[in-house]
């Protein structure tokens, strides 16, 4: 461990050292749509003479130092024409671009060859950008675009299944996924049990998911960063755009507030499924809405502000006896400013919550759940050479927990109120990461985050006989709560468990040649916060746990190996990467632990660890009329909670099991024919290992009910699942010059009715009296329809 | 949504292979002594596991069954033929004493322990016709009232003289100590005129415990992406002679308030 910190200190002192400032100027500048005057992530500036070049951060902006002299250089980026020109570097200027969308894809897109080299060169690995254009052309589910259905077709990411909230990266829980929308944290990314996700395309400007070798500026979940950055909204004109489907609508308003200066973006959708219910003469309603807004503002030069929100409500109502509303709430406030042409700052207040309420009018109380989070982050990133970059910040939030509260909601009511104890935090970080191009074949970034976790002190806590807050009971071999022996009272000042955790990562890449490309990486994270969920899928029920007295936080270590070649001008590209992660304390659940309603959390919880390793090939057609991807990942994904004693048996006779996201073959081949003008049409085809369950191997009668009795925790499999959905984009008039553009687009999901289980349920038939197996197929096929326009 | 749901989705009967485990003994040691009556006739009933798709789940016979008394009285409990009911009529049941049970069966001992535990009775019955998520179903509540000076935990019992399989649900009184507060059951297939046999038992935090997790197992759902982990549930009995070899059930003994309610 010391030598490793002596490494990185080495690193850090000693590489930067070799850059001398002498003859070099700074070309620095902003990127943005001709047309909306939206900024663009990710654009590549390349200098082909210097084999260098850099990319457009997440808000736009570029920087970089050369030597003096006339160079050419090249600006490109996907869907837009690119720029190629020729520069004198023999003073600092600002230059900024706009690009132009190009409105043939078809036979555009000119200069790639460049980009794929860069990004062979860069060490960032195991990271896929998913443009939103790509995103909408993938058939999906009801026709509706959704962004995290996508990026499970992607290698490494998949779901727990149809009709399962959230996503699994490279055998990660659920969640064990940072997902930041415009660097905001959003708890709970599903509607409807996960049939849509919480993100409105059309507000998305662009996405990146993180599966290993994450940078030090992200932490505080070991398994993803899934990184979401909405529009800015157009600031050159108004405009509308919208889609009409069966399932759900959806309408966006963008424009200028102050011309080329400010901006403003107003986005909402809904479902309205209910109002289909009365036919079934269901007194009942099942919707979810949302909206999107931000406002932009450019100050000047050197400032830009934005203030953005997002509130999302799923509301379930059943004859007035049952309603559950749930969803996230965003407020956000960032401040860019450029200290100089090469430091670019930006600084975010956040507020971010999600909210869980039921109202049980049947049994005449309400119940209430969530977390809240406030949150500071200031991250600077310092464009010191063209050759090394360093980015450095903070990161600060402040966390409440409210684990429940009933409130009785008549006065005969037999509830009494009761407040679960709620509970407090506080989670720091500082972090600095540099990128550092060490010759023209190799390449390195390092970093190192240090954080640390407070938990602060709640109204009350119970203290354990032994410390023990789960006792294993020998003569019955079975876990049981602990023994209270005592309960401490604290201020919220109080710190009753704290930690401190050092997180390096590290990448590297070594260029072969022009085309291939070696990378490898390493990274150390630590999670400090747990969803509690005992079921195969998170549930939007389940409450978050901080760490603290009785819960120890995650640590990952993974390791990662990649190969990455281009072939033919970069017409295709194929990558292939291994992965192996091992988490500590990982939380597992006590046969029968009951978390709902529990203010003892840790009287039910055991920590174990989690370990995952596995294969992913990703095979790309960049070009042409036919595009897309096949992407396999062969893993496994499991998970192990050991006695803490000799004596103890452990969970699942402290065996290792699979964990309900193991999914040995993962299987999805995505494709996109643009026939002509008109019409585009796309597919995707699924395979995927069964999800691991557990199955009766026995039966028993007690107390005149048939009881099954279960193996072994996850040791069977769900049959294999597998699907081919298919769409079609139909664009009435595509060399239309009006303002109003619509298109069609058709969509068959499942196409040749599969009937995958998404579970198999073991119940005595109340007819017959025997016991029998039922599967339960969620989605057989299921035609779509949708119209969107824009004006 | 769910309306597409329902039209999409489908459920139907599969055919599956499972591995089957070895028989286990099953321990059903539920000695209930219903109020103003004198508890002295007494049934334990002794069968095996066996395959889930099998019919029926076969008896243990030729068991040795014992209960002995926190005085060193020790009751046995004799075979009825061969049906693996084990009878003792001379039981004397003493609210908070402990009981041992001892069964030998195969050569095996098993042992388990357990405290007598207490119930109050039912106040009344309070019947809803238009209940349920449809609005449809008949409810029953059968309120009763809590003692304020203890921690309770009830085990009600809701059985018809239908064919409807009967409804068991326990309570502890967490968020309702003191109060007067109900048994709740519902079922879409009661009619008027339906007869049902309402039971309270007293039991124990560990009684709960252990039926709060046969009863997840039981659920409809289990498996189910809304489901805990299903499990193999260990009740308080253990094997002396092979503890691998732990059986399944429980050793109960609660005082029970019942009531027949005919449905209006």
């Known amino acids: ?791 | 949504m769910s309306v597409l749901l329902l039209q999409t989705s489908c459920e139907d009967v599969i055919e599956l292979n499972l591995n089957t485990a070895e028989p286990k003994l099953v321990i059903e040691a539920s000695i209930n002594w219903l109020k103003e009556n004198c508890g002295s006739e007494q049934i334990i009933k002794l069968s095996l596991s066996a395959p889930y798709f099998d019919n029926q789940v076969p008896p243990a016979n030729g068991a040795i069954v014992t209960i002995t008394d926190q005085n060193d009285k020790t009751y046995n409990f004799m075979e009825d033929g061969v049906t693996g009911f084990y009878k003792n009529i001379n039981f004397n049941p003493v609210i908070n004493h402990i009981y041992n049970l001892q069964i030998i069966y195969n050569g095996e001992i098993y042992v388990g322990s357990e405290t007598f535990k207490s119930v109050v009775s039912i106040d009344y019955i309070e019947q809803n016709n238009n209940a349920g998520f449809t609005g449809k179903d008949i409810e029953i509540k059968a309120y009763y009232t809590d003692p304020a000076d203890e921690n309770n935990f009830y085990f009600f019992e809701f059985d018809s003289n239908t064919p409807i399989p009967a409804s068991l649900s326990i309570y502890e009184d967490k968020y309702t100590n003191g109060n007067q507060i109900f048994g709740y059951y519902s079922d879409e297939d009661l009619n008027v005129g339906d007869k049902i046999k309402i039971r309270n038992y007293g039991i124990s935090e560990r009684f709960y415990n252990y039926l709060f997790i046969l009863l997840q197992q039981n659920n409809d759902g289990s498996g189910g992406p809304f489901e805990t982990q299903p499990a193999s549930v260990r009740g308080n009995c253990v094997n002396q002679t092979n503890p691998e070899n732990f059986p399944l059930g429980y050793f109960r003994l609660s005082e029970v308030a019942e009531l027949i309610y005919t449905i209006q």
């Open chain 1, 1 to 791: 461990m010391l030598n490793k910190f002596k490494f990185y200190l080495w690193l850090i002192l000693v590489m930067p050292i070799s850059i001398s400032a002498q003859d070099k100027f700074t070309l620095s500048g902003k990127i943005t749509d001709q047309h909306s005057n939206e900024t663009l992530i990710g654009v590549n500036i390349i200098f082909p003479e210097l084999q260098t070049g850099t990319i457009t951060n997440e808000y736009g902006f570029y920087s970089i130092t050369l030597n003096k002299g006339s160079y050419n250089f090249q600006i490109s980026y996907l869907g837009f024409n690119s720029i190629s020109e020729n520069i004198i570097i023999d003073k600092n200027q600002t230059l900024n671009f706009k690009l132009t969308e190009s409105t043939e894809t078809l036979e555009e897109i000119v200069i790639t060859e460049n980009v794929e080299k860069l990004n062979i060169r860069k060490p960032q690995m195991s990271v896929n950008s998913l443009s939103i254009n790509t995103i909408k052309q993938m058939p999906v589910v009801l026709g509706e675009v959704d962004i995290i259905k996508s990026i499970t077709l992607l290698p490494g990411v998949s779901n727990a299944g149809e009709g399962s909230s959230g996503f699994n990266v490279r055998g990660g829980a659920v969640d064990q996924n940072l997902i930041l929308l415009d660097e905001a944290t959003i708890f709970n990314s599903s509607h409807l049990f996960g049939l849509f996700s919480v993100f409105n395309p059309d507000a998305i400007k662009d996405l990146k998911l993180y599966k290993g070798g994450i940078p030090a500026k992200y932490g505080g979940r070991v398994s993803s960063v899934l990184d979401i950055y909405q529009k800015e909204g157009n600031s050159n004109e108004f405009h509308m755009n919208g889609g009409i489907g069966i399932v759900s609508s959806r309408l966006l308003a963008e424009g200028p507030i102050v011309k080329e200066k400010g901006s403003f973006l107003l986005g909402g959708r809904s479902s309205y499924a209910h109002l289909f219910f009365p036919l079934f003469d269901l007194d009942s309603k099942a919707y979810f809405y949302d909206l999107n807004t931000k406002l932009s503002y450019n100050i000047n030069e050197n400032n830009n502000i934005y203030l953005s929100g997002y509130f999302g409500r799923d509301v379930f109502n059943i004859s007035d006896s049952f309603e559950n509303t749930y969803g996230n709430t965003v407020i956000n406030f960032r401040w860019n400013h450029l200290y100089s042409d090469k430091l670019f700052s930006n600084l975010s207040l956040i507020y971010s919550d999600y909210y869980y309420g039921l109202a049980l009018n049947f049994v005449e109380f309400d119940w209430k759940s969530g977390i809240k989070n406030f949150n500071l982050k200031y991250d600077l990133k310092h464009y010191i050479s063209s050759n090394f970059k360093l980015e450095y910040g903070i990161n600060s939030l402040y966390l409440t927990f409210n684990p429940g509260e009933i409130t009785p909601t008549t006065e005969t009511s037999g509830i009494n109120p009761y407040n679960l104890i709620k509970k407090y935090a506080f989670e720091n970080a500082v972090y600095v990461d540099a990128e550092h191009e060490i010759n023209s074949k190799m390449a390195i970034s390092y970093g190192l985050r240090l954080s640390s976790f407070q938990r602060l002190g709640q109204s009350e806590l119970n203290m354990y006989k032994n410390n023990d807050a789960v006792s294993f009971n020998e003569e019955l071999g079975i876990y049981e709560k602990g023994q209270v022996i005592g309960i401490n009272s604290y201020d919220r000042s109080d710190v009753i468990a704290s930690f401190l955790n050092l997180e390096p990562r590290l990448a590297l890449a070594y260029k072969i040649n022009e085309t291939s490309s070696v990378k490898a990486s390493y990274n150390r994270m630590s999670q400090y916060l747990h969803l509690l969920s005992n079921t195969s899928s998170p549930t939007p029920l389940d409450v978050w746990a901080p760490s603290g007295k009785y819960i120890k936080p995650q640590l990952l270590d993974q390791v990662a190996l990649g190969y990455f070649k281009t072939f033919k001008d970069s017409k295709y590209s194929v990558e292939v990467e291994t992965f192996y992660k091992d988490i500590q304390n990982r939380i597992d659940y006590i046969d029968g632990a009951n978390l709902i309603a529990n203010d003892a959390i840790e009287q039910v919880i055991l920590n174990g660890k989690a370990r995952a390793y596995g294969l992913e090939v990703l095979f790309k057609k960049n070009e042409g009329q036919l595009t897309g991807w096949i992407a396999y990942t062969l893993s496994k994904s499991e998970q192990q909670t050991q006695g803490r004693t000799a004596a103890e048996s452990g969970i699942n006779n402290g065996n290792w099991y699979n964990t309900p996201y193991d999914k040995t073959h993962d299987l999805s081949i995505t494709s996109n024919y643009n026939l002509n003008a008109h019409w585009n049409f796309s597919s995707n085809f699924i395979f995927q290992s069964g999800q691991p369950t557990t199955f009766p191997n026995g039966q028993y009668e007690y107390n005149g009910i048939n009881i099954p009795n279960y193996e072994s925790r996850n040791s069977s499999r769900l049959t294999t699942y597998h699907r081919l959905d298919l769409s079609a984009n139909y664009n009435p008039n595509p060399k239309s010059t009006k303002r109003w553009q619509g298109q069609w687009v058709f969509g068959i999901y499942n196409v040749y009715g599969r009937k995958n289980a998404s579970s198999i349920t073991f119940r005595e038939n109340r007819d017959t009296g025997s016991n029998e197996a039922s599967r339960l197929a969620l989605f057989g096929v299921i035609p779509s329809l949708s119209y969107n326009f824009k004006f």
